[in-house]
């Protein structure tokens, strides 16, 4: 069985940073393309930023400069820099990856809420 476990959310000041990271566990064969979401109270859940297992990256046009994404397929996790942080990045953020197993699918983890407030 999968697992994707996040850390890192909390309560940041605006300007601050945080980084948040997940870790994957369980049979796993291969590690796709690997995602952060978040989804504000009120609101769809919407890409933040991706990345493939050869490190090639992509990001939501709010965060592009401020947030940075990055993997380690050795220990199979995967992580999300956020600086210049702004009350509207308030929101729960989750885990997401393509994972192959016997079999492929898309796995979530169970999401981590990070609150940007004075």
């Known amino acids: 069985q999968v697992q994707l476990v996040e850390s890192g959310g909390g309560l940041v000041q605006p300007g601050g940073s945080l980084r948040l990271s997940c870790a994957a566990s369980?049979?796993?064969?291969?590690?796709?393309?690997m995602r952060w979401y978040r989804q504000a109270p009120g609101k769809q859940r919407s890409l933040v930023a991706a990345?493939?297992?050869?490190?090639?990256?992509n990001y939501a046009d709010s965060v592009k400069g401020r947030f940075t994404i990055s993997r380690d397929n050795a220990k199979k996790t995967v992580s999300l820099q956020m600086n210049s942080l702004k009350p509207e990045d308030t929101a729960v953020y989750y885990c997401?990856?393509?994972?192959?197993?016997?079999?492929?699918?898309?796995?979530w983890g169970q999401g981590t809420q990070v609150t940007v407030s004075s």
């Open positions: 369980g049979s796993i064969s291969t590690i796709d393309t």
């Open positions: 990345i493939t297992s050869g490190g090639s990256t």
């Open positions: 997401n990856a393509d994972i192959i197993t016997w079999r492929r699918g898309e796995y």
